[in-house]
């Protein structure tokens, strides 16, 4: 059986990897747009900020230990499902029994000459070290980093750590607005603040400006700002283009079943592109970080293999590891709100029915790990209600739900 992945992220990693672990014989052909190894994205920052190769999260020779046909800087241009086989940029072609499509997202501002040079995708390794390499040899003094998510956030934080002057532009009321209540989101920026990084928030970029090479932003009320660098990270678009006029359904990424499979048999999609559920909610969106993308990754080749094994979910899940401070959240701020402070420390649980909904932790985050299976399992906690938010919380034992599965599901990892 010839498997073919598209993508070389987390997802199709982890895809090869149970593949051939429960299939020595299969012909696994894995297709990278990067020169480089496979690496996890998320692993970058640290990589740029201490030299260690923490960002290839296997082996550098993984494709090798896999024994993958593994193509670097090679990418697809039309997938044909009716004949099993796909058409690669320089004309190729490649036929497939099974097809993964696991090519990840960019980061990107949907505003007039996002696509200008100078504007840098932090998602790309090749492009991030360009970004860097121009600041470590002085051919940049300033940047300036369109939406304060997460993503830009952390970028924030590494230029700056780089010697930059960082200047971050928000649209919304508040940074990371779609994962930080307002009390925490405030404890964040005034952190960064600290640190010497300008925060603009409710001021909306309209256009990137510079011919050829982006050399300023203009926003909303007409004021300009220049900087020698720029990153846009108002969201992340899942890489897509070249399913287009393939039959296989597109929205925003690729809509999947509950077993990873599109519209198309046998064509599957995992990671950034793919479109599955929120576990808690059970709202339909991509959910791109990297511990969905390394389980959507395992359950595509259980089911690459037969095996029908459904998807549980994706997590809302993200954490802030350089501020100074490490802040993590998870689920939704909806819900019942219960709130410590002592210091500088502050937790906080949001309950829906005595079902934990979602959580934020900031300066102490020891019990992110047993909040995330109490909401993951929906465990009712209202017998331990007065005692969540203690600091010793977590150190007994609660019984392993998995055990009462039925046979064919996952675990929650």
Known sequence: MKTLIIGAGPAGVTAAETLRLNDENMEITMLSGEPSPPYAPPAMIEYFMTGEEAHFWRWKDIPKRLDLDYRPETRASKVIPK?????????????????????????????????KPGIYNFKSLSDAKTMIK???????????????????????????????????LEMADRIMPGMLDAEISDITSGLMRDQGIDIRLETKVIAFQGDPRAESVTMASGESLKADLFVAATGVKPSIEFLEGSGINLRWGVPVDPYLCTNMPDIYAAGDVAETMDRITGEKSIYPIFPNAVVQGRVAAYNVMGWKVPYEGADRMNSLKHLGLPIIAAGRAEGEELRLRRGSKLRKLYLHDNRINGFQLAGDIKSAGIYRTLMNKRVDVASMKDLLLEPGFGMGYIPDQNLYRRPGTIPVS
């Open 83 to 115: 004949e099993k086989m796909i058409r690669l940029v320089d004309g190729e072609i490649l036929e497939y029994d099974n097809l993964l499509i696991a090519t990840g997202s960019r980061l990107y501002a949907p505003v007039e000459g996002g696509d």
């Open 134 to 168: 121009e600041v470590r040899e002085g051919g940049a003094k300033t940047a300036l980093i369109v939406g304060a998510g997460f993503i830009g956030v952390e970028i924030a934080l590494l230029l700056n750590h780089l010697g930059l002057k960082v200047t971050i």
